[in-house]
């Protein structure tokens, strides 16, 4: 490691001119481009090159000459170590700055489409504390810090909870207190860390898959409901038992307590038995008067109250008639479905997960919905002519894929069945771009929202109204 070490340049006295995709600060030495992690623009710093390409290296700051006049202090201990919350050292309005600047950048370049004067971001309120879901891992080997690895005093233990350092799979940043979910998130991980300490239950071990505790998912509601998930490796009836009737008994306010065995190589649960311990095996969001149903493996925004500013500009941009036909295409849990199905004839939605969907018809029969069908299958499949003439020619169609955007076939039946109105929500601008270049030989588009759902991260999500030229 040292021999490697020394065969990369360390770059002196750098002055950081710009933020760039991922998080990641950059400057410029000589012609090339050099990308620095925990770097804002204006600090200048000696830069440690950990990877050398021919058009670009990357590294990190060894040493700050000085600290740019906008750098702020993080507010996280675990900053730097963890790998969430990059942007800390960035003020919010900055960072809302660079993320409109990276979603019209990506338009303009990637897209090569004519377009209107952007909506200024729609910044998130919350800038802490912001997220409904967190999920965390036990590890017995948890990241030490420079001062524990020092210290001449004995290592306790090398157990953790808390989330992966980046690149080092089987490495946890122990975490004592995380900002990005609310209460009691940080008090339920806390308490299980030490009851686990002192009754000598086991942490996961990666490399060897052996361990008793494995993972811990915490899910919270705008409705102040509360699901816990806890994750075992094997089953053991008497230290499950005795855990989760701890956490039962210590936190009362918890709606759905449950747990998993899962003896799988990955840490997924969605094809594993999610079996409940105590309460009921749903909680439920709401939004605008709607009630929605969140089982242990559905999907939902993991900012609720940004994700209502996002749906509300999602249902602007539709502008939909009652008479008019709406397809919900990517629908997940039918959230933006049953969201517009009062402005519309008719709403379809199609999603490619089975489970999703029966969620998204429950969330439309628990509101009292009548308006809406859907669909499970991949878009490409189901979308096809005979579906349309089906259910129903869409006036309004809204996307909101994954972040490798859609299928080009399903741009092609997008294309072929033309709808007046597109709504284009988006969580990978660069991917959205790319698909507005194919939409563009019939569609100009006439609104971008850039909206911020994830702050101190460089994640941005991009709505944009198409219309039929």
Request: charged share 30%.
């Amino acid at each position: 490691m040292g021999r490697s070490r020394r065969s990369k340049p360390l770059l002196k006295k750098v002055t950081i001119t710009d933020v760039a995709a991922e998080g990641k600060a950059m400057c410029r030495v000589e012609d090339r481009v050099v990308f620095v992690q925990r770097a804002v623009p204006g600090d200048v710093v000696d830069v440690q090159v950990t990877k050398k390409r021919r058009s670009y290296y990357e590294g990190f700051p060894v040493f700050f000459h000085e600290y740019s006049s906008i750098r702020q202090e993080p507010f996280c201990e675990h900053f730097g170590v963890c790998g969430g919350c990059k942007w800390q050292a960035l003020p919010y309005e900055h960072q809302l700055k660079y993320k409109e600047r990276e979603v019209l950048n990506n338009l303009s370049r990637i897209g090569k489409v004519e377009l209107p004067e952007s909506m200024p971001i729609l910044g998130s309120e919350k800038t802490e504390f912001y997220r409904n879901k967190l999920e965390f891992t036990f590890s017995n080997n948890r990241w030490l810090s420079e001062e524990e690895l020092q210290s001449e005093e004995p290592i306790e233990h090398r157990n953790g909870v808390g989330f992966h350092i980046p690149g080092m799979f089987d490495k946890v940043e122990d975490v004592k207190k995380c900002h990005l979910q609310k209460d009691p998130s940080n008090a339920i991980r806390l308490a299980i860390m030490d009851y686990a300490l002192e009754h000598g239950l086991t942490f996961f071990d990666l490399k060897k898959q052996e361990g008793f505790l494995r993972t811990l998912i915490i899910r919270t509601s705008s409705t102040g409901e509360l699901m816990v998930i806890l994750t075992l490796f094997h089953e053991d009836k008497e230290n499950r038992e005795a855990l989760l009737t701890h956490i039962k008994e210590q936190f009362p306010e918890i709606t759905s307590l449950m747990y998993v065995i899962n003896a799988k190589k990955n840490d997924t649960i969605t094809d594993q038995d999610i079996i409940l311990f105590s309460g009921r095996d749903h909680i439920f969001e709401e939004m605008e008067g709607l009630k929605f149903k969140i089982g242990p493996k559905s999907f939902y925004q993991t900012n609720s109250e940004q994700a209502y500013e996002l749906y509300k500009v999602t249902r602007e941009f539709a502008n939909i008639k009652q008479h008019e036909v709406v397809y919900d295409l990517y629908t997940g849990t039918g959230t933006i479905a049953n969201f517009v199905a009062q402005q519309a004839k008719k709403v379809v939605g199609v999603e490619y997960v089975p489970e999703a969907i029966e969620d998204a018809k429950v969330n439309s029969a628990i509101n009292g919905i009548e308006n809406t069908v859907f669909f499970a299958g991949d878009m490409k499949d189901v979308l096809n002519f005979n579906f349309i003439e089906k259910q129903g020619h869409p006036d309004v169609m809204i996307v909101d894929p994954p972040r490798a955007g859609m299928h080009a076939d399903v741009v092609e039946t997008i294309l072929t069945t033309a709808p007046d109105r597109i709504v284009y929500v988006s969580c990978n601008s660069a991917t959205q771009a790319r698909d507005l270049n194919l939409l563009d030989v019939r569609y100009k588009v006439t609104k971008v929202q850039p909206v911020d759902m994830f702050p101190h991260t460089h994640h941005v999500e991009n709505v944009v109204l198409l219309e039929r030229k």
